[in-house]
């Protein structure tokens, strides 16, 4: 059999390809690298909260300008420029300095590292706390009084920097050490307010001591990193949304990610273009996106992993950001270089789209996509973080002695975790797609896509060990792969002439804007209050509820569609109304639970009903109803 390559469709391929392999080495860990920069619960899902919503507005409004005014090439090239210079300007971010302000109280019979912040969070935080292992606080403690500098490098024994035996120590206005505490020894907490560690051993560079000893009560203010996540979101007492890098990260991610939203829906708008009614053909094109997201982000992984071993658990992301640069550069020229042809003008302004979101199925369909994207956001956002968590405590209860909280390896796993979402997962159903929506419709599938999200966020929910997610993943096959076949050509179908890109926008706005922003928001919340376990298993829950009432929804619109249609021809009854500009408009509804509203143009045909039987016309697209 000779394999035929479509030479017409190889520049959209192109695309896919090189777009998602492009963005792959940045997007997925943007999570993880705000968690590093210094992003805590609230700030991380304020910022993924808020992008979806900018990228909702985004969508619909290039694909407005693109469909209204014939600039597809114009817009589609724009977002490309865009997302590159923003995502790659994420280099000018640095960490946000927190302000980590403890009191390090030296004294006999032992010294007490002292944290005050308030009694309900000091209950929260020692409920939180891992209790096997000693707690290990690294410690900046400033000095300035001469007769402090004296008692603390006696009780130190003179091995701080600084410090001189039988001299002046004027040198020692800095201490650097770590202190350890098992908090499970010392249960006493006499202060309601303040959290008291006292200290069992001080770690000064090589040197280790049971404890030091002051002759006299001495205080140092001291800025403190406490390995313990709970611990030290407990010690930090400073606002994120004060700091100028959160804002520089938010407006460079704002621009970036809204762009990128864009660039996807003008590609899938140009790729239905280009298929010329072979909808079913999509996913074809489409999984070439995978290959390129899948492959690139476990290179992007490496070499971040590979870059960052002498960093000591800190991640350097400039490898990805110069591979995502480079990708872009070719991705640019490949849409510069594609002929995109013109396709035919809205004369509506927007009306024929506001009259479909009118239609009960079509409200469904919105419904449906909003619903995924409330889903998806939790494993897009919250699952790196999730993972991480069970990291720290798998690290923790296997070793007392580490330090990096599965931090190298991580990245690592986070990477073979989109190798197996895009290789195993996504590419086979992007190839399958077709038969599927062929042989289910495209409403069951929608069903099968909600009932698999609810057993993959159970499944999350009954992790211990970060690894185990890896076969889980697979399930992003129908997740996402399917999902999004589905969603892309049923929007497609629906679309009035002209409108493509429009309606790609909507169906858009509401996965990746509405519903993603919704997840982001409240998945944080949930994350921060009840943790990853409880908020896995309840949006799991959750989904099996909506795969249930879409089912029932579905069922009852098509019992209405029959019912409408038996007052005339068993097979279709058409119904039309025109508009003030001309266009007109022809829902045909039958038997199949599949059945769409249909929109034509005014120019090429008129629908008539002729008693039962209505004459057949043809549509705009050539195609005989």
Same mark, same amino acid.
């Given at each position: 059999?000779?394999?035929?390559?479509?030479?017409?469709?190889?520049?959209?391929?192109?695309?896919?390809?090189?777009?998602?392999?492009?963005?792959?080495?940045?997007?997925?860990?943007? *999570?993880?690298? $705000?968690?590093?920069?210094? /992003?805590?619960?609230? @700030?991380?899902?304020? #910022?993924?909260?808020?992008? !979806?919503?900018?990228?909702?507005?985004?969508?619909?409004?290039?694909?407005?300008?693109?469909?209204?005014?014939?600039?597809?090439?114009?817009?589609?090239?724009?977002?490309?420029?865009?997302?590159?210079?923003?995502?790659?300007?994420?280099?000018?971010?640095?960490?946000?300095?927190?302000?980590?302000?403890?009191?390090?109280?030296?004294?006999?019979?032992?010294?007490?590292?002292?944290?005050?912040?308030?009694?309900?969070?000091?209950?929260?935080?020692?409920?939180?706390?891992?209790?096997?292992?000693?707690?290990?606080?690294?410690?900046?403690?400033?000095?300035?009084?001469?007769?402090?500098?004296?008692?603390?490098?006696?009780?130190?024994?003179?091995?701080?920097?600084?410090?001189?035996?039988?001299?002046? *120590?004027?040198? $020692?206005?800095?201490?650097? /050490?770590?202190?350890? @505490?098992?908090?499970? #020894?010392?249960?006493?907490? !006499?202060?309601?307010?303040?959290?008291?560690?006292?200290?069992?051993?001080?770690?000064?560079?090589?040197?280790?001591?049971?404890?030091?000893?002051?002759?006299?009560?001495?205080?140092?203010?001291?800025?403190?990193?406490?390995?313990?996540?709970?611990?030290?979101?407990?010690?930090?007492?400073?606002?994120?949304?004060?700091?100028?890098?959160?804002?520089?990260?938010?407006?460079?991610?704002?621009?970036?990610?809204?762009?990128?939203?864009?660039?996807?829906?003008?590609?899938?708008?140009?790729?239905?273009?280009?298929?010329?009614?072979?909808?079913?053909?999509?996913?074809?094109?489409?999984?070439?996106?995978?290959?390129?997201?899948?492959?690139?982000?476990?290179?992007?992984?490496?070499?971040?992993?590979?870059?960052?071993?002498?960093?000591?658990?800190?991640?350097?992301?400039?490898?990805?950001?110069?591979?995502?640069?480079?990708?872009?550069?070719?991705?640019?020229?490949?849409?510069?270089?594609?002929?995109?042809?013109?396709?035919?003008?809205?004369?509506?302004?927007?009306?024929?789209?506001?009259?479909?979101?009118?239609?009960?199925?079509?409200?469904?369909?919105?419904?449906?996509?909003?619903?995924?994207?409330?889903?998806?956001?939790?494993?897009?956002?919250?699952?790196?973080?999730?993972?991480?968590?069970?990291?720290?405590?798998?690290?923790?209860?296997?070793?007392?002695?580490?330090?990096?909280?599965?931090?190298?390896?991580?990245?690592?796993?986070?990477?073979?975790?989109?190798?197996?979402?895009?290789?195993?997962?996504?590419?086979?159903?992007?190839?399958?797609?077709?038969?599927?929506?062929?042989?289910?419709?495209?409403?069951?599938?929608?069903?099968?896509?909600?009932?698999?999200?609810?057993?993959?966020?159970?499944?999350?929910?009954?992790?211990?060990?970060?690894?185990?997610?890896?076969?889980?993943?697979?399930?992003?096959?129908?997740?996402?792969?399917?999902?999004?076949?589905?969603?892309?050509?049923?929007?497609?179908?629906?679309?009035?002439?002209?409108?493509?890109?429009?309606?790609?926008?909507?169906?858009?706005?509401?996965?990746?804007?509405?519903?993603?922003?919704?997840?982001?928001?409240?998945?944080?919340?949930?994350?921060?209050?009840?943790?990853?376990?409880?908020?896995?298993?309840?949006?799991?829950?959750?989904?099996?509820?909506?795969?249930?009432?879409?089912?029932?929804?579905?069922?009852?619109?098509?019992?209405?569609?029959?019912?409408?249609?038996?007052?005339?021809?068993?097979?279709?009854?058409?119904?039309?109304?025109?508009?003030?500009?001309?266009?007109?408009?022809?829902?045909?509804?039958?038997?199949?639970?599949?059945?769409?509203?249909?929109?034509?143009?005014?120019?090429?045909?008129?629908?008539?009903?002729?008693?039962?039987?209505?004459?057949?016309?043809?549509?705009?697209?050539?195609?005989?109803?």
């Amino acid at each position: 059999m000779k394999l035929k390559v479509n030479t017409r469709l190889l520049p959209i391929k192109t695309h896919f390809f090189l777009n998602f392999a492009g963005l792959s080495p940045i997007i997925p860990f943007l *999570p993880v690298y $705000a968690k590093q920069l210094g /992003f805590d619960e609230v @700030s991380s899902s304020v #910022v993924f909260a808020v992008l !979806p919503f900018m990228g909702m507005l985004a969508k619909p409004i290039a694909g407005w300008i693109a469909d209204r005014f014939g600039m597809e090439k114009v817009v589609f090239v724009v977002s490309i420029l865009l997302s590159g210079i923003f995502y790659f300007s994420l280099l000018l971010v640095g960490p946000i300095e927190a302000d980590t302000t403890s009191i390090f109280q030296c004294s006999k019979p032992y010294s007490v590292l002292k944290v005050c912040r308030g009694g309900e969070d000091k209950h929260s935080v020692l409920n939180s706390l891992i209790t096997r292992c000693p707690e290990r606080c690294e410690l900046v403690c400033s000095m300035s009084d001469e007769s402090v500098m004296k008692t603390i490098c006696s009780a130190f024994q003179y091995t701080l920097p600084g410090c001189y035996n039988d001299t002046t *120590p004027l040198d $020692a206005t800095e201490a650097r /050490f770590t202190v350890i @505490s098992n908090l499970s #020894v010392h249960d006493t907490q !006499p202060d309601p307010y303040c959290l008291l560690m006292p200290v069992d051993q001080i770690v000064n560079g090589n040197l280790s001591m049971e404890s030091v000893e002051c002759s006299s009560k001495t205080e140092l203010p001291c800025q403190t990193v406490c390995y313990s996540e709970p611990l030290q979101k407990y010690i930090r007492q400073d606002s994120v949304f004060n700091s100028f890098n959160f804002w520089l990260f938010f407006i460079f991610n704002i621009i970036a990610y809204s762009a990128f939203n864009v660039t996807t829906s003008m590609g899938d708008a140009l790729c239905f273009n280009m298929l010329e009614g072979k909808h079913e053909d999509y996913g074809k094109q489409r999984v070439f996106g995978s290959i390129g997201w899948g492959l690139f982000t476990v290179i992007a992984g490496y070499l971040v992993d590979s870059h960052s071993q002498d960093l000591q658990g800190e991640k350097d992301y400039s490898p990805a950001l110069f591979l995502m640069l480079g990708l872009l550069t070719l991705d640019l020229v490949c849409a510069w270089k594609m002929r995109i042809t013109q396709t035919v003008k809205s004369a509506s302004a927007g009306g024929d789209v506001l009259y479909l979101l009118r239609t009960p199925r079509v409200l469904v369909f919105v419904l449906w996509c909003t619903s995924v994207g409330v889903l998806t956001s939790l494993i897009w956002q919250w699952l790196p973080w999730y993972l991480y968590d069970l990291a720290d405590i798998k690290s923790e209860t296997e070793t007392c002695e580490g330090t990096d909280h599965g931090a190298t390896w991580m990245t690592v796993l986070l990477s073979l975790n989109m190798g197996i979402q895009c290789f195993i997962g996504e590419v086979p159903m992007f190839f399958l797609s077709g038969w599927i929506l062929k042989n289910l419709g495209h409403i069951n599938t929608m069903t099968l896509v909600l009932g698999a999200f609810g057993l993959r966020l159970l499944f999350y929910s009954f992790l211990r060990n970060p690894w185990f997610s890896l076969p889980i993943e697979v399930m992003n096959g129908i997740t996402f792969g399917i999902f999004y076949a589905t969603m892309t050509s049923y929007a497609h179908i629906i679309s009035p002439p002209g409108m493509g890109a429009t309606m790609q926008g909507i169906v858009g706005a509401a996965f990746e804007g509405a519903g993603v922003a919704i997840g982001s928001l409240v998945g944080g919340a949930v994350y921060k209050l009840k943790g990853g376990v409880f908020m896995f298993r309840a949006f799991g829950l959750f989904s099996v509820t909506c795969c249930l009432l879409h089912a029932l929804l579905q069922h009852l619109v098509g019992r209405r569609l029959a019912s409408a249609g038996e007052g005339g021809s068993s097979s279709a009854a058409v119904f039309s109304r025109q508009t003030q500009d001309g266009t007109e408009f022809a829902s045909v509804n039958t038997m199949d639970i599949d059945s769409k509203p249909i929109f034509k143009g005014a120019a090429p045909s008129t629908l008539v009903m002729s008693g039962s039987e209505p004459e057949e016309k043809q549509l705009i697209d050539g195609s005989v109803m």
